[in-house]
Nanobody, 126 residues
Framework: QVQLVESGGGLVQPGGSLRLSCAASGFSLDDHAIGWFRQVPGKEREAISC????????DYEESVKGRFTITKNSAKNTVDLQMSSLKPEDTGVYYC???????????????????WGQGTQVTVSS
């Protein structure tokens, strides 16, 4: 059974950092493109970052470039999102998702992903 579980969310002050983790069970993250998404009430789910399966190519939404870093830990079967210089507009529920297609390249589009975690809340506020 494929399962994704996010962790690491919380309350942080502007300028602070958080590290989110997406743990997978039932499949290897090495074989699938993984994306991180953010959703704010009343808005569509937004793609934040993704990492491809084979070559580890990464991509970022423009507003997080230089502040967020996505990495894969094959030994732990996790994909982490290191978030720095956080801003109030980074607030939202963060989801990780996996593309069911093996060895795929990542894209910043939610419709491409098939398996989703339950989300973790990130609140950036003073």
């Amino acid at each position: 059974q494929v399962q994704l579980v996010e962790s690491g969310g919380g309350l942080v002050q502007p300028g602070g950092s958080l590290r989110l983790s997406c743990a997978a069970s039932g499949f290897s993250l090495d074989d699938h493109a993984i994306g991180w998404f953010r959703q704010v009430p009343g808005k569509e789910r937004e793609a934040i970052s993704c990492i491809s399966s084979r070559d580890g190519r990464t991509d970022y939404e423009e507003s997080v470039k230089g502040r967020f870093t996505i990495t894969k830990n094959s030994a732990k079967n996790t994909v982490d999102l290191q978030m720095s210089s956080l801003k109030p507009e980074d607030t939202g529920v963060y989801y990780c998702a996996a593309d069911a297609l093996r060895f795929s390249l990542c894209v910043l589009r939610s419709g491409r992903y098939d398996f989703w975690g339950q989300g973790t809340q990130v609140t950036v506020s003073s």
